[in-house]
């Protein structure tokens, strides 16, 4: 990743996704001239507008771009603009149905939504270079031009023949012989055995349980297909105009089929879409929560600190599960606020006005279907405000001691359906572990297998099922060097082939952590295992024997009762916890806060009342402190320094409005 800078001058980036295709060009001149009230700088135009740019094969009509971009920048207002190859015209799809993505058990999808074409078809992938380079040649040098914004959150899986003979080449690449990968995927068992890489196929729908192996290989190869399908009109871009950065939207899901960090090296910015689906407090977690990954994902492809993007957010909706939830008054701001304070380059919304039909046309917009007259768009023009006040704070690096690691492909092997119990999930404990933290007031960067612990106190590995070798090591060399480490169970069970390692569980980490795990015992989803501690294990529980290791808790009651639950292990000056169940909210933030203090970490604002995010951005002796009251009172935090929001001195504490956001410029250390 190079993070070619996207502004010049200091300022956030500030908009959201634009179609004016969908409009006539009356309704261009008041969106920009209500972008312009709103404070707009950047808008993302064409994301699927392949069939409005060349409605027949080689025929294009370019001209109402060329008046959009233009209107755009003598407006002020930069593009990023997209390639619309997320959306291929229904003159594409008759062509070449070969082209169409088939799922897993063998049915071919149609035209009719979006993301329908399977990304290892020659013929996608021919006509997605071409109208990507027809694009740039047309638009590399437009002034308007800020960014371009490749296809939409890459995500469509395929089982079709094309993406077969790609695996083939893939795996043979990846493992070299049929020996090696026979080996890797344990084809002894259920006599799997492969004589001819003709026979090697894509995990399609099988009598019963798939080869684990092939269904994480398949994943990761997929993902590499996607990674080479952006590259290609990357590449394509950048020849056109080097000067311009390129990056493209990452979708965040379990769906999703993309390692994200192996990405990160590939784009000159990290942006992300964000879209929490909880409604109480839980919108606001799951918004660090993906701030910090995004902010990970930018550090691991730059190899340093480096800033994202926030490319997609929802002005006034979270989509619940079945449910479209209006977002109270305030809370747009400081879901906004929350992610540049994480780091985030801007904020971008989907979308800036409300499509008048389309499969999306309830969703959430800066101009609603009830125009510009609204709470929404009066939030927006606020925030507009705010963000031109925050210009600067963006030089300063989010301080975090402690790290949690993420890593796709252990998510991606948690999900086998042969695993002790159903719905283990990597990500799912991440997101505990982070909020357990998030609820301490102690900010977190979150990892990836391999990257540079800088300054990191404290390391957590939540079901980091997959170890190999190298990850092992980095793990022990940042315990020799004195950081302190919390691993949770099913961490180091498997190498990087999903193949278990033997001898006792955490296989990877039982010498480190002086444990041995003997026996699993998956718990029912209403079953809870009472703890010394107080508070109840869920999910999980195991036989667990001490080697060199302490009882810091142990289970209560049933089979395991007087075993120990939670271990602490002394090697020199720090500490290897092992934590073998998955302890309730309030238990688990105990145990993080004890963690983090041992290590020497302490929350970020140890004033702030609760319900009050408080992160600290630092920039050598400047710093900046955010604060973020998710409560519906004022709340005083103690501090110091110059509020940026308002202009206003504070000496020793300021007043958060109730749901609102201040941001201090605090005095030099
Ligand atoms: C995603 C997509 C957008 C739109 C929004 C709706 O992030 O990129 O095109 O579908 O979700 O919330």
Redesign the pocket.
Known sequence: MTTKALWSGGRLSYGGDWNPEQWPPEVWRTDVALMREAGVNLVTVG?FAWSRLEPAPGRYTFDWLDRVLDLLHAAGIRAALATPTASPPPWFTHAHPDAMPVTADGARLHHGSRDTYCAAAPAYRAAARHIAATLAARYAHHPALALWHVH??YGTICHCVHAEAAFRRWLADRHGDLDALNDAWVTSFWGQHYADWAHVGAPRATQYLGNPGQLLDFRRFWSDTLLTAYTEQRDVLRAANPAVPVTT?Y?LGDWVPVDHARWAREVDLVAV?H?PDRVDGGAEEQTALAADLARGWARHGAGRPAPWLLM?S?PDQI?TPGRMHTKEPGRMTRHSLAHVARGSAGVMF?QWRAPAGGA?RF?SAVVSHAGADTRVFREATALGAALSRLGGTEAGRVEARVAIAYDAASGWALRHPGMPRAGLDHPGEVAAAHRALWHAGITTDLVMPGDPLDGHRLLVLPALYLTSDATADWVRRHVHAGGHLLVTWLSGVADEHARVRLGGYPGAYRDLLGVRVEEFHPLADDERAPLTSGGFGRIWSETLHLAGAEQVTAYIGGVLDGRPAVTRHRIGDARAWYVSTRPDDDTYRRLLTDAARLAGVVPTCPAAPPGVEAVRRRDGERSWLFLLNHTDRPQRVPAAGHELLTGEPVDDQVTVPPGGVAVLCEPPR
């Open positions: 994301v939409n959150e939207n979708v879409d879209y997609e929802a989509h989907f999306e969703h």
